[in-house]
């Protein structure tokens, strides 16, 4: 049965014959047409009630991607009713009717389930998640150590000046915001323990109470908070950028590893660095409590380090030291283990470093607790 015609345009006849259905198609099939192609596709899938149906391409002078989109659209919709291919392509032609074959974006509608179901299998998929992160951040701890191993063994591959320059960034220009934090929480803590005790009139022991919590928890907690949310974003950042512009790729090209390069001299600038910034911030928060005892409990400067002196001891001291280097290997791993896993999008960056500063500061305050147990059970 013939259709309507254009001149030199598009057509197309449909014949059947033994139970098949043929679409002779003719003449140009190109985007100037486009109005007559879609017109021409809208008889065809109103008209074809008969299947197996074949495409007759042979009487078709040009094809382009326009066409051989339309083309393969309506093949895709009527093989749902039943049969439906093409016959008769140039070999050109096949090329342009796979290269831009019709492609159904609409995913399967997901199967619903209850929100328990829901919940259940959230968790299980963060428990899986977290126990990769593990297993990747022990074999990568396994590779700094390698690498750390190899700049001992040969002191030319290391690389001074690149620590130096770390740590300044981590060390040096944190001073200031950590000193602030520490000061003003060490005048908080020691302004709220003054209200609860001087009900008791037991106000001197705030010393103690300060004393105690910044040098054995507050100090480093703080100070490695800050650090993984100042530092560690930036490693993250910094790495992953490298990452996205491929200069990785060509670190390891050139014969270098990126290990020994970038992550070696910021581990160790953090192993360097957040200890000292550990007993500046208890220090900080020291003379911030001193100050608020003398403010609102009247107690006077000498008394408050006569006191604080007989109140702590050198182990006080050292929980807090001995924590700052571990968990500056933890905030290094973590932020330089998400900055290698950055992929090539400005989204990836962005999401790698805000989980970066999540699992860093998560870790920090989950190994902080580990000690503190530590240390209870051997009654340091």
């Not at 074949?54 to 002078?61: I, N, Q």
């Not at 323990?193 to 040098?215: E, N, S």
Request: hydrophobic letters at 50%; one cysteine or more; aromatic letters at 8%.
């Amino acid at each position: 049965m013939a259709q309507g015609t254009l001149a030199q345009g598009p057509d197309m006849t449909i014949e059947r014959s033994g139970g098949q259905t043929t679409v002779r198609l003719s003449g140009p099939w190109t985007a100037p047409h486009a109005q007559r192609v879609e017109a021409l596709v809208g008889e065809i899938e109103a008209e074809a009630d008969h299947f197996p149906l074949v495409f007759d391409l042979s009487g078709v002078e040009r094809l382009d991607t326009l066409g051989a989109w339309t083309l393969d659209r309506t093949r895709h919709e009527l093989s749902v009713k039943g049969q439906a291919d093409f016959a008769n392509a140039s070999p050109e032609q096949k090329i342009l009717l796979e290269e831009a074959a019709y492609r159904d974006f609409q995913g399967k509608p997901k199967p619903r389930h209850s929100r328990s179901v829901d919940f259940l299998v959230d968790v299980g998929q963060s428990v899986a998640g977290a126990g990769k992160d593990l297993v990747g951040g022990v074999g990568f701890l396994g590779e700094l150590v390698a690498a750390m191993v190899r700049v001992i063994v040969h002191p030319r591959r290391f690389r001074g000046t690149a620590v130096v320059n770390q740590l300044e960034q981590i060390a040096y220009r944190g001073v200031p915001i950590i000193v602030l934090i520490s000061f003003l929480v060490g005048c908080i803590v020691s302004q709220q323990g003054i209200f609860q005790l001087v009900k008791f009139g037991a106000t001197p022991f705030v010393i103690d109470l300060i004393g105690i919590l910044v040098l054995r928890e507050l100090g480093v907690l703080l100070t490695s908070i800050m650090v993984a949310g100042r530092s560690g974003s930036a490693f993250t950042a910094e790495i992953g950028s490298m990452k996205m512009r491929e200069e990785i790729d060509a670190l390891r090209v050139m014969g270098l590893d990126p290990i020994e390069v970038l992550i070696v001299p910021r581990i160790l600038a953090l192993l360097i660095g957040l200890p000292l910034l550990t007993f500046i911030a208890s220090i900080a928060a020291l003379v911030g409590g001193g100050l608020t005892t003398w403010v609102y409990g009247g107690i006077s400067p000498d008394i408050f380090l006569e006191r604080l002196r007989a109140a702590v001891g050198m182990n006080t001291f050292l929980v807090g030291i001995i924590k700052a280097p571990f968990m500056a290997v933890v905030i290094g791993i973590i932020a330089t283990l998400e900055g290698m896993a950055v992929a090539g999008s400005a989204e990836s960056l962005g999401r790698h470093v805000t989980s970066s500063v999540v699992k860093a500061i998560f870790m920090v305050i989950v190994l902080d607790g580990l000690f503190a147990m530590f240390f209870a059970a051997i009654n340091y």
